[in-house]
């Protein structure tokens, strides 16, 4: 398996913090929020790691070039921004073939990656060719929450709804299976969004 760690937004939301300083390096206790995934992916037996970036990209490679974890680091700077799918299918060369890990780099998340790695890959559902972490939210009106079945296929997802079904929402840390990665390589259009263009298609063929 292969892992792509999404780090190109601009962290709007945290201006004017990210004026001078890229989401993905916002400190936590005194470490960059990217040490703490290199740290958990590190401790995997990973094949490759893809890091994709556009917004102060150069401070990132900086860190990067400072960082224990650089031997098993690729990157891809992206000259505009492709959205979350569109990174994968400009990528698709070093991804195909393989399993893949999906993770916003610019998300803080305490979990414990084994125990959802472990799941896909010995109890997710037959039929099913993508995993998707989720979480009980306070703030469903935030999130993309999920509706589930008895077997935790997800059967509806809704991106920011103001009256939203459920409390259970999207991680945005995902598995994907080849075939995922190949129906992403066919969509026709450079910038492609993960939840609006690819979720819907997997509907009933996505364990959460």
Not at 75 to 87: D, F, I, P, Q
Not at 141 to 155: Q, R
């Amino acid at each position: 398996m292969k892992a792509l760690l999404l780090a190109a937004g601009y962290g709007t939301r945290l201006k004017p913090l990210t004026d001078y300083l890229p989401k993905c390096l916002m400190p936590i206790k005194g470490l960059p929020l990217l040490e703490y995934w290199l740290y958990n992916l590190n401790k995997l037996e990973l094949s490759g790691v893809l890091l994709n970036m556009h917004h102060m990209h150069s401070e990132v490679n900086t860190y990067l070039k400072n960082s224990k974890y650089l031997k098993f680091i690729s990157t891809s700077v992206e000259k505009k921004l492709l959205g979350t799918a569109g990174t994968i299918k400009n990528n698709f060369n070093y991804f195909k073939g393989e399993s893949l890990l999906v993770i916003h780099a610019d998300n803080f998340c305490s979990c414990d990656l084994g125990p959802f790695i472990k799941f896909h890959f010995k109890k997710r559902p037959q039929n099913t060719v993508m995993s998707m972490m989720v979480f009980e939210t306070s703030n469903p009106k935030k999130c993309g929450v999920i509706k589930i079945n008895e077997k935790n296929i997800v059967t509806n997802f809704f991106e920011k709804v103001d009256s939203p079904p459920s409390t259970l929402a999207n991680a945005a840390i995902y598995i994907l299976e080849n075939e995922v990665i190949e129906f992403i390589n066919n969509i026709d259009k450079e910038i492609i969004d993960f939840s609006i263009d690819v979720i819907p298609h997997f509907m009933g063929k996505i364990a959460a």
